[in-house]
């Protein structure tokens, strides 16, 4: 059997290539790989997406080009498996508690993780979604990012390489927001619209929402990603793709 396994594919019978498995990322494995073959393989805890919530975004960092650039809000027990799943980019974490980010990078060190501060609770969300109209640095022609006190749904203070980078995928599994002071994924989403919708460079941004079975997520989602751009969804994940939009004088994000 190993020495069949080591002649060289051009040499295997034309029926045994037909069934041989398609490699799904190409290029040797990497550390980060191993690392997480070896840490699901001993752990007892797995990540809290579903297997078909999961195969969404593994499919879209599988077809990205690499280096693919890929953000994501919340660090948790499928950490790793996002570092690992996109072994050739950069994959940046953020989280919004200090203690958690702690816990998490003792036993993963060699993941990037960054805390965030978020502005907002969620039991203002019905208030920040009426109001944001009112406030001309929320729109989406004016607005901007890094350092806009004025719209609290904007995430004005986070580290410079979140800003820096145009993130081609963008996961949406945090901060939390089942209870009502917690910070609720109103300016997540918000951001992640401007941050898509600011690309410079060619394609869309994939921007994945979990837990859309909670009104919040969905009503957010619906204001600032927009259904149109909604190109997919599986149990409580929506999967949009959302074009760049330079326009200065848009007043909606879901003209
Ligand atoms: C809704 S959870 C998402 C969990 C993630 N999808 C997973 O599979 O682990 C998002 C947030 O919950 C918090 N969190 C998750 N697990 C935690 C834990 N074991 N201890 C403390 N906070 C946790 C973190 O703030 C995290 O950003």
Redesign the pocket.
């Known amino acids: 059997m190993s020495a069949f396994l080591t002649v060289g594919h051009r040499d295997w019978p034309s029926y045994l290539l037909s069934l041989r498995p398609k490699p799904t990322i190409s290029g040797p494995t990497t550390p980060i790989q191993l690392q997480a073959i070896l840490h699901y393989a001993t752990s007892k805890v797995t990540?809290?997406?579903s297997l078909q919530e999961i195969t969404k975004s593994f499919n879209v960092l599988r077809s990205c080009k690499s280096p693919c650039n890929f953000l994501v809000f919340?660090?948790?027990?499928?950490s790793l498996m996002w570092a690992s799943f996109n072994p050739n980019g950069p994959t940046l974490f953020l989280?919004?508690?200090p203690e958690?980010v702690t816990?998490v990078l003792k036993d993963a060190p060699w993941l990037n993780a960054k805390t965030v501060s978020y502005r907002t609770r969620l039991k203002e969300a019905d208030r920040l979604l009426a109001s944001y109209r009112h406030v001309p640095d929320c729109l989406p022609g004016k607005a901007f990012l890094k350092g806009n006190r004025e719209c609290r749904l904007a995430l004005e203070n986070l580290p410079d390489e979140v800003y820096e980078r145009e993130w081609d995928v963008i996961m949406i599994?945090?901060?939390?927001g089942y209870f009502p002071d917690a910070p609720g994924r109103m300016a997540a989403i918000y951001s992640a619209a401007m941050m898509a919708r600011a690309r410079k460079r060619v394609g869309n941004t994939h921007v994945f929402l979990?837990?859309v079975d909670r009104k919040v997520e969905r009503e957010f989602a619906k204001e600032f990603l927009c259904l149109k751009f909604k190109v997919g969804g599986v149990g409580r994940l929506w999967h949009f793709e959302i074009p760049p939009n330079n326009s200065t004088s848009s007043t909606k994000f879901c003209d």
Not at 74 to 78: M, N, P, S
Not at 173 to 176: E, L, S, T, W
């Open positions: 990540p809290q997406q919340g660090l948790g027990y499928d989280e919004e508690t958690w816990t599994d945090a901060p939390r979990h837990d």
